[in-house]
C-alpha cells in the first residue's frame, strides 16, 4: 500500500494497514481490470482514488498469481472533521481554509488582475496602433474649413497635416498602415497629396 497524496503530510498522519479491493470486470479489453477498495478510516480521513497494479493476473484461479503480487496506490483526503482538526491546504504557509474572508477575497482579487492583466495588455498591443490611428484620422477630419484665399491654403495645410500624420502612423504600426491604406484607397481626399 502506497499513499500517493495529495500531500507528503497528510500521507504522514495515518498509514492505512489494510485495504479490500474486489475486482469488478473490466472495460476495453480483460487487461483494464475495474478494482472497488475499501478500508476502515478514523472520521478524520476519507480515501480517495486508488490504483491496483498485478502484475501477470487473469483470474482467481491463475496459478501464477503469488503473494504480495498487487499492489495499491491511494490518495488519503481529509474529511470536513479532518479540516478543522489537522488544517487544509496551505497558502504561503498559511493555512488557506483557517484564513479570513478578507485574505481569501483578498488573494481572489489578486489573481483575477493578474489573469485580466495577461488578457488585456497583448489585446492592448495588438489592436492599439489601429484604434490610435482611426481616432487621430478622426481629429485631423474635424479641422474647420474658412473661405476665400485663406479657406484653401487651410485645407491645403489640412491635407499636408493628415499626409503627414497618416505617414508617421502607417510608417510605424503595419495594422494602421493597412487601415489607412484601405482609406487611400477607397478615395479618401487626404492621400491625394502622397506623389
Known amino acids: 500500500l502506497t499513499c500517493t497524496g495529495p500531500s507528503r503530510r497528510i500521507c504522514n498522519l495515518y498509514k492505512i494497514e489494510t485495504m479490500r479491493c474486489v475486482n469488478d470486470g473490466f472495460d476495453y479489453d480483460e487487461e483494464d481490470v475495474q478494482w472497488t477498495c475499501t478500508a476502515s478510516l478514523p472520521p478524520e480521513f476519507k480515501l480517495g482514488s486508488t490504483d491496483v497494479v498485478c502484475e501477470g493476473y487473469r483470474d482467481a484461479e491463475d496459478r501464477w498469481v503469488l503473494k504480495g503480487s498487487c499492489a495499491v496506490e491511494y490518495r488519503l483526503l481529509l474529511t470536513e472533521r479532518g479540516e478543522e482538526r489537522f488544517g487544509g491546504g496551505r497558502l504561503f504557509g498559511l493555512g488557506w481554509k483557517r484564513s479570513s474572508p478578507a485574505v481569501r477575497d483578498w488573494v481572489s482579487w489578486i489573481g483575477n488582475l493578474l489573469f485580466l492583466g495577461f488578457m488585456v495588455v ?26 476665400g484665399e485663406e479657406g484653401q491654403e487651410m ?41
Open 155 to 195: 485645407v491645403t495645410m489640412d491635407m499636408a497635416r493628415r499626409l503627414v500624420l497618416r505617414r508617421r502612423i502607417a510608417g510605424t504600426q503595419g495594422v494602421a498602415g493597412s487601415i489607412l491604406d484601405r482609406r487611400r484607397r477607397a478615395g479618401d481626399p487626404g492621400f491625394g497629396l502622397e506623389r
Open 122 to 147: 497583448p489585446f492592448g498591443l495588438v489592436f492599439l496602433p489601429a484604434i490610435l490611428a482611426v481616432l487621430v484620422c478622426a481629429a485631423v477630419d474635424v479641422v474647420g474649413v474658412g473661405s
